[in-house]
């Protein structure tokens, strides 16, 4: 059997967020620079994407460009901004073939005009497609989102359009940059380290964490099968006890 059989397609993440890690290390166990590392780690990005797309997951998040990423070497920010423009604009023709829609959360402001024009078109040329959401984190991190929208709910609040006893968790939610999509079910890093990195801080809340050794240039579709069977294994239990998790998918079938 092999192993993506052994994935049951009804009960998929209806959304992953991937840290995709170790392109660095990648190369320079190779004896490689580090841009040699993100260069196939693209490889890695169309292979997962694909793989989302046929089984049918509905929201893919990729954690591609940090803040923080902002504070390395100059011609490593210098390169990787070349490389993610590139393969945004090269790989266009084939998210619209597999029907997939692109979306961008970020600080996007901070990214060199040309890339702002290159992602701007290539938002709008996906924007009629309905299948996979392919969410690319881009000069992202957490604490910056979650600040950016107590501004925004405090400007609103301040004109006078939203009441502060009025501000519950759906509409917080409607602040923040993935106000669009569910929180992610399943969030996978790669290459051996155990920490969040400043990603989706919020809405990781409940989410399942899955950690593998891999690098990212080397993660294809059959890790992500792995993953998701790991998941498809665990019994979330959102605060009840198992017993009550149990009775309550007795009740559901
Ligand atoms: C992930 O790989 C890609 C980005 C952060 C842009 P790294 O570049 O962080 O690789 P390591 O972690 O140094 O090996
Ligand atoms: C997180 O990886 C950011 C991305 C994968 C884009 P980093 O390599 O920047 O994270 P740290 O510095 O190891 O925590
Ligand atoms: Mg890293």
Redesign the pocket.
Known sequence: MVLADKIDTERLPRHIAI???GNGRWAQEKGEDRLYGHLHGVESVRDIVEGAAELGVQHLTL????T??WDRPEYEVTGLMELLVDTIRKEVPTLNKNNIKLHVIGDTGMLPAYAQQELAEALQETSANTGLKLIMALSYSSRWEIVNAVKNVAADVKAGKLNPEDITQDVFHQYLATHEFPDPELMIRTSG?F?I?N?LLYQLAYTELYFTNTRWPDFRKQNLYEAIIDFQGRERRFGKTGEQVKKEEITNQ
């Open positions: 840290i995709m890690d954690y591609a460009f940090s923080e990423n380290e920490r990195s990603f």
